[in-house]
């Protein structure tokens, strides 16, 4: 892949790390949950742990905390190489956790759930004062006003939390392990939590967390290590990490690619009706699509109609560089490029919206003005910043054009509806100006009234002189929208058929190779 899959390392000379990790590769069926990661934790820093859902930073943390054994790599705590045989092992070397559930025993009191399982004993039985005292002790370390007397169950989820951190914390702990420990609190809630945070920073305790609220990881962290499809991205002062540039290192594919990206498209083509914008011949990736032609001109959807599974977003990937071809030829505005990657594709002004938009696309914590403005700005690269008048302005028109509701630059996109993060999804990309839009699937999901907007969106840019390639599954929308169908099945372009011969019929036929019942009823699936 390119540049940006290699590891970076922050350029700060670094105090001798608590916790490291080197070269930990664990591995579910099917699944390399972490591939040679390496990980510091420093005492007395607030670490973030960041990536998407899926990139393996619960995995890291199981490790570190002996739930999971390693496949590879090595763990070292203070110095000192450890192979956890479970929980119990992690923690006496220092390593305190508060999973998301807090399992503390409801009906105990506080300060009984504090010293659950390590009472003081006295004259050979549990010595209640000095379970009081001990509790006492530790809430008064972590400033928390909490009655040790109080029954656990009386108190809000919060408040539990934060006795959970005080039970931690007591085994000489000098890690503190949060998963996403923020989730369910309120701003207050937060507040606390994080006064409690620092005062353990400050007694030297290194703290790692996880989080999916950006603003909070920038309010508290220090450091953050970023994970993508269980590689490191890189280690980073958040300091001198700006949000969006983290974002894109979280989701990567096209975007973070994007950050490399400081070149000018190449001049531009005479964007007249007809003429070619991107020409496949033999186009194809073993597995995945057998060698197909493909004329994508500007001034007109081409559909691709195929069940799922018979090739369309593949054959998509490989116009966009996100797969290698490994065979074929393929030319944009008449000359031969090579689409190596989404860095190639997007500098030929081609873009991909793609079928997974929570996964791929949309940052749920960035507001509509920051997704919006995402492929944009790195494009031109982080350090160059769009100026904020241009960028108001852009950003307004987007919201304007495509109805995005509510209206709200500011808005946070995960509260927006799905049909809404779709327009945001492709106002980021039309702001690059493409000259070829690939929709993967554009409609899936959202709402009618988003869907006919987004429906009519296709054919008025094409109307203005786009190329756009439209993917879908429902055959009705892909006959409507396209100037021409191209049929898939199974992994192969079987047929390209202009709009007025592309009858459902006929391609329905294509698609299930069978002839259609009498009645013209659709099969299953599509
Ligand atoms: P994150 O916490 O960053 O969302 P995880 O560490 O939970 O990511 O998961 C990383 C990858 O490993 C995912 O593809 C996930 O499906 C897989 N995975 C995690 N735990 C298991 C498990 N117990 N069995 C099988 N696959 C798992
Ligand atoms: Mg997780």
Known sequence: MTSAT???????????????????????????????VDFR??????????????????TLIKALTGVYGVDSGTIRVRGTEQVFSGPGAAQQ??????????????????????????????????????VRRRATELLARLNLAIDPDSVLDEHPLAIQQLVAIARAVDLDAAVLILDEPTSSLDADEV??????????????????????FLD????????????RNGKLVGEYEIASLPQLEMVAKMIGHELAVLTDLDRQPPTDVADLPDTPVLEAVG???????????????????????????????????LLFGADHADSGTVTVARRPVRLRSPVDAIAERIAFCSEDRKGQGIIGDLTVRENILLAAQARRGWARRIPRRSADE????????????????DALTRNLSGGNQQKVLLARWLLTE???????????????????????????????????LFISAELEEVLRLSDRVAVLRDRRKVAELPRAAASMGQVLELIAQRPTSPGGGAPDGV
């Open 93 to 130: 070397a220092g390593i305190a956790t508060v999973y998301q559930e807090v399992n503390l025993c409801p009906n105990l009191t506080v300060a009984e759930n504090i010293m659950l399982g390590r009472e003081p004993l006295r004259w050979g039985r549990v010595d209640r004062r000095g």
């Open 216 to 227: 909070q990881v920038y309010e508290i962290a220090d450091r953050t290590t970023i994970l």
């Open 394 to 409: 852009l950003v307004e028109r987007w919201i304007t054009a495509l109805d995005i509701r509510p209206s709200d630059p």
């Open 283 to 317: 186009l194809g990736r073993a597995g995945a699509i057998a060698p197909a032609d493909l004329l994508l001109r500007s001034g007109e959807v081409l559909g691709l109609a195929g069940l799922l599974g018979s090739g369309r977003t593949e054959l998509a990937r």
């Open 41 to 58: 934790l420093l005492p007395g820093e607030v670490h973030a742990l960041m990536g998407e859902n899926g990139a393996g930073k619960s």
């Open 191 to 212: 507040r606390e939590l994080f006064r409690v945070i620092r005062g353990l920073r400050q007694d030297g305790v290194a703290v790692l967390f996880v989080s999916h």
């Open 6 to 36: 290699l590891p970076e390392q922050s350029p700060t000379p670094i105090a001798a790390p608590v916790v490291e990790l080197r070269d930990i590769s664990i591995s579910f069926p099917g699944v390399k949950a972490l591939d040679g």
């Open 434 to 468: 493409p000259r070829l839009l690939i929709l993967d699937e554009p409609t899936r999901g959202i709402d009618v009234g988003a869907k006919a907007q987004i429906q009519k969106l296709v054919v008025d840019l094409a109307h203005d002189g786009m190329a756009v």
